[in-house]
C-alpha cells in the first residue's frame, strides 16, 4: 500500500514520503529505533494539510491501507509525551539517536518525543511503571514496552518490505560505502607513493650512474696525471 502511494504522484501530489525513507540512524542503533518507531516507519507524511483527507479518500478507493500525517498536527492531537520529562537515567530520547529530514522534522519531535531506548526489557518494564510511565520504551536487543503497556519481543522484526530490518540494512551498507571509500583512498594514495617512489628511484639511479661516471672520469684523469708525471721524472 505505502509503495502504491510513493510511486502515484498524480493522485498524491502532496507527499513527501514514507519516514522509513526519511529518518536515518548508525548501525548499533538500528534495532532499537525499528523497535521504538514500529508502524510509524510506514507513516506517509505530506506537506500539505488541506490534503489529508483527501489522500486518505484516495487511499481507500484504492484499497490500500495507509497511514497519513503532516507537521501540522490536528486540534486534538496530542502533541508531547505525558507531562514535562526529567531525564532519566539510562533511558535516552529516540531522537536522539536519529537523524530526520528536515523537512519533517516538527512531526518528528511531536511523535517521538515521548520514546526511549533502554539497555533491557526488564530496564524498560521497571521505568513503564515509574518514571516513564505513559511513553514508549524500547530495547537495543529489539523489544518494546508500548505507550499501552504492552511488552513486545522483537519489536523490529517485521515482515513487510517497507519497515523489515530496513534501518539496519541501509545503516550496514552506509558502513560497508564509507569502508568501502577509505580503502580506495588508501589504495590511492599508496599508488601514488608508489609512482613517487619509483620516480625517486629512477632518479637515484641516474644520480649513482652520474656518480660513477664521474668517478670513473676522476680515476682517468689521476691515472693520466700519474703518468704524465712519471713521464716528466
Given at each position: 500500500g505505502v509503495r502504491t502511494v510513493l510511486n502515484d504522484r498524480a493522485r498524491f501530489g502532496s507527499v513527501i514520503g514514507v519516514v522509513?525513507?526519511?529518518?536515518?540512524?548508525?548501525?548499533?542503533?538500528?534495532?532499537?529505533?525499528?523497535?521504538?518507531?514500529?508502524?510509524?516507519?510506514?507513516?506517509?507524511?505530506?506537506?500539505?494539510?488541506?490534503?489529508?483527507?483527501?489522500?486518505?479518500?484516495?487511499?481507500?478507493?484504492?484499497?490500500?491501507?495507509?497511514?497519513?500525517?503532516?507537521?501540522?498536527?490536528?486540534?486534538?492531537?496530542?502533541t508531547s509525551a505525558p507531562?514535562?520529562?526529567?531525564?532519566?537515567?539510562?533511558?535516552?530520547?529516540?531522537?536522539?539517536?536519529?537523524?530526520v529530514d528536515a523537512r519533517i522534522r516538527p512531526l518528528a519531535?511531536?511523535?517521538?518525543?515521548?520514546?526511549?531506548?533502554?539497555?533491557?526489557?526488564?530496564?524498560?518494564?521497571?521505568?513503564?511503571?515509574?518514571?516513564?510511565?505513559?511513553?514508549?520504551i524500547a530495547t537495543r536487543s529489539g523489544g518494546l514496552v508500548d505507550e499501552r503497556g504492552r511488552v513486545i519481543a522483537n519489536a523490529s522484526a517485521r515482515a513487510d518490505a517497507a519497515a523489515g530490518g530496513f534501518l539496519a540494512?541501509?545503516?550496514?551498507?552506509?558502513e560497508l560505502n564509507a569502508r568501502s571509500n577509505a580503502l580506495a583512498t588508501q589504495v590511492a594514495a599508496l599508488e601514488e607513493e608508489s609512482i613517487q617512489l619509483e620516480v625517486e628511484s629512477?632518479?637515484?639511479?641516474?644520480?649513482?650512474?652520474?656518480a660513477n661516471q664521474a668517478l670513473a672520469d676522476a680515476r682517468r684523469s689521476a691515472l693520466d696525471a700519474t703518468h704524465q708525471t712519471e713521464r716528466t721524472e
Open positions: 522509513a525513507d526519511l529518518v536515518d540512524t548508525d548501525r548499533s542503533d538500528a534495532d532499537a529505533v525499528e523497535a521504538a518507531l514500529g508502524d510509524l516507519l510506514e507513516l506517509v507524511v505530506i506537506d500539505d494539510p488541506a490534503q489529508l483527507a483527501s489522500h486518505a479518500e484516495t487511499a481507500l478507493s484504492l484499497r490500500v491501507r495507509v497511514a497519513f500525517a503532516t507537521n501540522a498536527p490536528l486540534g486534538g492531537a496530542r507531562g514535562a520529562l526529567a531525564p532519566v537515567a539510562g533511558a535516552t530520547p529516540l531522537l536522539e539517536l536519529v537523524r519531535e511531536r511523535l517521538l518525543s515521548g520514546t526511549f531506548v533502554v539497555d533491557t526489557l526488564e530496564r524498560a518494564v521497571d521505568l513503564a511503571r515509574t518514571q516513564l510511565a505513559g511513553c514508549r540494512r541501509r545503516a550496514e551498507l552506509a629512477k632518479a637515484a639511479q641516474a644520480a649513482a650512474r652520474a
